[in-house]
C-alpha cells in the first residue's frame, strides 16, 4: 500500500471519530432533501421554472453544498490545526513528505462527497422522482470543476488562517454567502437578474447551474466553465503561494 493510500485511509478513520463533522457532511445534505421534498407544493411542476418542480432545482444545489461542507469547513481547519500542532513540520523530516498529506485530504475529501452525491441522486430518484442527470459524462465534468475551484478556495483559506480555529472561522463565514448564490435559500430561476448575474461569476453558482444543465441533458455553459476554472486558477495558484507547512 503507498504512502498516500495509507494517509487517506488514517485521515478517513480519523473523520469518522467526529460525530458532528459525519453528521454535517455526509448525513445532513440527504436529511434536508428529504425535508424539502416532504413539502407538498416543492413536489408539483411549475410553470415560471419551465414546468420543473422546486425539487428537481434543489437536488443539484444540495450536491454542491456537500461539496462546500468539505471544502469550507473540513478542509481548511484540518491544515490549519496540523500547521498550528507542527504536524506538518514533523513530517518534512519523515519519508512521507506533507505534500503526501494534502493529497490523502483532498483524495479524502472527494470520496465522502462524491458518496454523498449518490446518496442525494438516489434518494432524489426513489423517494420524489427527480430524474438523474440526463448527460452523466457533463454532469461528473461540472461535479469536477465545482469541487476543484471549492477545494482551492479552501486550501486558500488554510493557507492564510494562523490557527485551526481561525480557518473554522473564516471558513464558515465564507461558507453561508457562496451557498446563498448557489440557490440554497432562493433557487437561482427564482433569482432577480441582478443576484442572478452574481451567481454566475461565483464558484457553486457557477457550479450549480453547470450540474443543472448537465441533469436536464446539455452541456455546461462555457461561463460557468471558465468561472469555475478561473477560481480554480486563482485560488489554487494564491494557495500555493502563501501556504505555510510550519
Do not use: C
Amino acid at each position: 500500500m503507498s504512502a498516500l493510500s495509507r494517509l487517506t485511509a488514517t485521515e478517513t478513520t480519523l473523520f469518522f471519530r467526529e460525530p458532528m463533522s459525519v453528521f454535517f457532511a455526509l448525513a445532513f445534505p440527504p436529511i434536508l432533501l428529504v425535508i424539502l421534498g416532504a413539502i407538498p407544493a416543492f413536489r408539483e411542476p411549475d410553470e415560471t421554472l419551465g414546468g420543473l418542480r422546486v425539487i428537481d432545482l434543489y437536488a443539484p444545489i444540495i450536491v454542491a453544498m456537500a461539496i462546500a461542507m468539505f471544502a469550507m469547513n473540513g478542509l481548511p481547519q484540518q491544515f490549519a490545526t496540523y500547521r498550528e500542532k507542527g504536524i506538518l513540520r514533523r513530517l518534512r523530516t519523515t519519508p512521507v513528505k506533507p505534500p503526501v498529506m494534502l493529497g490523502a485530504q483532498l483524495l479524502m475529501s472527494t470520496i465522502m462527497s462524491v458518496v454523498t452525491m449518490l446518496v442525494v441522486l438516489a434518494i432524489g430518484r426513489l423517494a420524489f422522482d427527480v430524474s438523474l442527470p440526463s448527460q452523466v459524462p457533463a454532469y461528473l465534468v461540472a461535479y469536477l470543476l465545482s469541487a476543484l475551484a471549492m477545494f482551492a478556495i479552501g486550501l486558500l483559506v488554510a493557507s492564510l488562517a494562523p490557527s485551526g480555529k481561525s480557518a473554522g472561522a473564516i471558513g464558515s463565514v465564507l461558507f453561508f454567502p457562496v451557498l446563498f448564490f448557489a440557490g440554497l435559500w432562493a433557487p437561482r430561476e427564482t433569482m432577480n437578474d441582478v443576484l442572478r448575474t452574481i451567481s454566475d461569476f461565483t464558484p457553486l453558482g457557477a457550479g450549480v447551474q453547470a450540474l443543472q444543465d448537465a441533469a436536464t441533458g446539455h452541456w455546461p455553459d462555457l461561463l460557468h466553465v471558465a468561472v469555475m476554472l478561473g477560481w480554480t486558477i486563482v485560488a489554487g495558484g494564491l494557495a500555493a503561494r502563501y501556504f505555510r507547512w510550519e
